[in-house]
């Protein structure tokens, strides 16, 4: 008989890759979207922040009564927090059976069997062979039209809050075979876009035949494949940002005018803190490149504010920095100490002041955020539909700008890139009609 599987993911968008790969190594399984009922819970988890850490302890206290209910249940966590914490989940929160690392999927079946066995089963290694190659091939089924496609993990740059470097490990790119055919079994499958990932993804050096390709290079490669309509990639690190690829933003139609390229803090003394090896000017001044290239991109950015000694002026360069380059949209965060990063060392700002900081660094942002969505009203953009709205005749799906984009219309598929006109701009998307 089938067994039920719940995974709940936490983070970032590599981790909802992860999520499906491991529910197709899962054999005997099929996915289910509540804990309750299930035979196995997996928690595919994140370490970026304490917040995200704490919220999985939190949640396994929630499955306690299931694990009573149901003494056959197997609880399992994956991801980040995982690799950080391994035993220490165990020890924790004794009803867990089983603790695998980001780079230990292709053993999850292995060690289903070992939980099922009644054993502790617990995998943090970072195994010589590479994960991808050894998890089993993705079934056929038809797909949604957005995919995420991991084509980089790891980090090599160290920036001085960042545990990425230690839970996801060294730097390593897939090869381009790899890459190209598992794009091209998505597109068989009828997806229409896919997003590259990599924890720097701008970094992806894969190999081929001895030579060696960048982004830029693999984007043109999959941009020849007919039924891919649009490539998008994330997340990129300003330093590795070739000329190639800033090119490739204004001669390759299939790539969106949407990057998001994380910069932290606009002071550079707080920059040279973090060890982000760029300057506030360096930034902008690729940025200014980037918008040459390709004029009407959106930029969205990653913001930390609160760094270790921080102070009001260093903050106040991050806001003009942020007036200057004019973001389309942006993530921010209040600095959160991880244990064994060097900053973690270092005397925190006080947390009501860092408060007050992302407060106002928020609502710059979301001023900048509803400008740029309110000017695509009058404007004609291509809409890829993703699912019905909410509204019967309602479909949505996403701009090349990545906004969200309502569309009142009988005729119109999950699939169908759509032209239409933006007619209104409410507080987080847009609709429009069709053309
Ligand atoms: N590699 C990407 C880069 O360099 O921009 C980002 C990876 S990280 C998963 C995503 C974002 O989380 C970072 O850009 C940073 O803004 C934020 N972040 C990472 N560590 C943090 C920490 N200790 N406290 C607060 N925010 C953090
Ligand atoms: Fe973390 Fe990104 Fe810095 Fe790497 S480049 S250490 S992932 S913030």
């Known amino acids: 008989m089938t067994k039920k599987l719940y995974i709940k993911t936490y983070g970032c968008q590599m981790n909802v890759y992860d999520s ?28 970026i922040r304490e917040k995200a850490a704490e919220k999985v302890y ?29 035993e220490e989940i165990m020890r924790r929160q004794p009803m867990v059976d089983l603790v695998v690392g980001p780079q230990s999927y292709h053993r999850l079946p292995e060690l289903e069997a070992r939980a099922q066995a009644g054993e502790k089963a617990l995998d943090t290694d970072f195994p010589e062979e590479d994960k991808f190659e050894k998890l089993k091939s993705r079934p056929k089924a038809q797909r949604g039209p957005t995919a995420f496609l991991t084509v980089q993990e790891g980090c090599d740059k160290f920036c001085a809050f960042c545990v990425v470097p230690y839970t996801r490990g060294a730097e390593v790119s897939r090869p381009v075979a790899r890459v190209l055919a598992e794009a091209e079994d998505l597109v068989s499958r009828g997806v229409r876009e896919i997003t590259l990932l990599g924890q720097n993804v701008n970094a992806y050096h894969g190999e ?54 994380p910069v932290q803090s606009g002071s550079d003394r707080i920059l040279k803190r973090m060890n982000r090896k760029h300057t506030a000017a360096s930034y902008i001044e690729l940025v200014e490149r980037i918008r040459a290239a390709r004029p009407d991109l ?23 920095l942020i007036e200057r380059v004019n973001y389309g949209q942006a993530y921010s965060f209040k600095y959160s100490s991880r244990p064994g990063t060097p900053a973690a060392e270092r005397p925190e700002v006080a947390a009501a002041e860092a408060d007050d900081r992302l407060q106002r660094l928020q609502a710059l942002i979301t001023r900048q955020q509803r400008a740029a969505q309110d000017a695509m009203v009058g404007r004609e953009v291509h809409v890829l539909i993703e699912k019905p709205g909410r509204l019967p005749g309602q479909m949505v799906g996403k701009s090349d700008h990545l906004h969200a984009v309502h569309v009142m219309s009988d005729s119109l598929a999950i699939g169908d890139l ?18």
């Open 20 to 47: 499906e790969r491991m529910a197709e190594a899962l054999e005997g399984y099929e996915q289910v979207q509540s804990p309750d009922g299930a035979d196995m819970i997996l928690l595919n988890t994140c370490h």
């Open 58 to 86: 939190s949640e396994l206290g929630r499955y306690k009564d299931l694990k009573e209910a149901k003494p056959d249940l197997k609880i399992g966590v994956a991801g980040c927090v995982a690799q950080a914490e391994g």
């Open 208 to 261: 081929d035949g001895g030579e060696t390709w960048g982004l830029a290079r693999l984007i043109r490669r999959l941009a020849e494949i007919d039924e891919l309509k649009r490539i998008r990639f994330t997340t990129s690190h300003p330093n590795d940002m070739e000329d190639d690829l800033v090119a490739a933003h204004g001669d390759c139609d299939k790539l969106m005018p949407y990057l998001h390229l």
């Open 298 to 320: 959106l930029l969205s950015g990653d913001f930390i504010v609160g760094f270790p000694e921080e102070t009001e002026e260093d903050f106040q360069a991050t806001l003009d």
């Open 418 to 435: 759509a032209r239409v006109r933006i007619t209104d701009s409410g507080p987080n998307s847009l609709a429009g009609t069709l053309l």
